[in-house]
């Protein structure tokens, strides 16, 4: 009696290879979009941009130098690498979904586009609210604090580098809602169990805002009391968000 043969892993390792070349061409296509978006925004743009984000300080009348010799490019480069990897945006969310869209059921390919869309825009907004209301509060905070004590003399890139890590926390504090979301249809939190875990998201969100934020309570606390809110969001967002029973669904 002949023995039956060990099914080949060849097709695998094949499907494997292919799915890796698709990924490796997404990602140099992503890249190549950040890339040219970069020299748009540098070559065009980031003079006004410059400005704008220095706005906050200049019109306080603070002065803002350069240490080093690289420094005001530097500054430069980082500020047109961030606006041009915004302004991909939209290209980038295209090529994560020509991507993953094949292998979604069709209920997840009609949540996808909403979700990721949501996604970009609660972290936009994030980021704009931490910059319109929030982070001139702290400019303030600082500025007063120096005011009798030394001129205020603050570097270009130091104060870049403050603002990203101001503002991005904000941004990655405003995807709560859909994180919430995503748990609660998957039938991992609901509004019952975010209710008795509400007392150790505070002291969790405490100790993150006393991470993310520059060292001093008024800017922990601009930061805590909107991840506060948000989690309430959440819950009223996990009540209304049930998991659906699992389904065998076509592609």
Known sequence: MKKKSKP?????????????????????????????????????????????ILQPVTQRGIQVIATRVSESLIMQLKLSLVAGTVLSMPYIIWEIWCFV???????ER??????????????????AFSYVTVF?????????AGQGVATSMWSVEGYFNFVLSFVLPFGLMFELPVVIFLLARHGKV??????RS??????GAAVVAAILT???????????????ALYEISALIARLARPKPEKAENV
């Open 190 to 195: 609901t509004a019952q169990s975010l209710s």
């Open 8 to 52: 080949s892993s060849e097709p695998l390792k094949q499907r494997f290879g292919e799915h890796l070349l698709v990924l490796r061409g997404m990602l140099l296509r992503i890249v190549a979009a950040v890339f040219v978006c970069f020299l748009v925004v540098f070559y065009a743009f980031c003079a006004p941009l410059t400005s704008f």
């Open 110 to 127: 009609r949540l996808f586009i909403p979700l990721f869309a949501g996604m970009v825009l609660l972290f936009a907004l994030g980021v």
């Open 214 to 228: 520059p060292p001093d309570v008024v800017s922990q606390i601009l930061l805590l009391l909107p991840m506060l």
């Open 198 to 203: 509400r007392r150790y998201y505070i002291l």
């Open 101 to 107: 869209a094949p292998a979604l059921y069709p209920r």
């Open 136 to 144: 001139p509060l702290a400019i303030n905070l600082f500025y007063e």
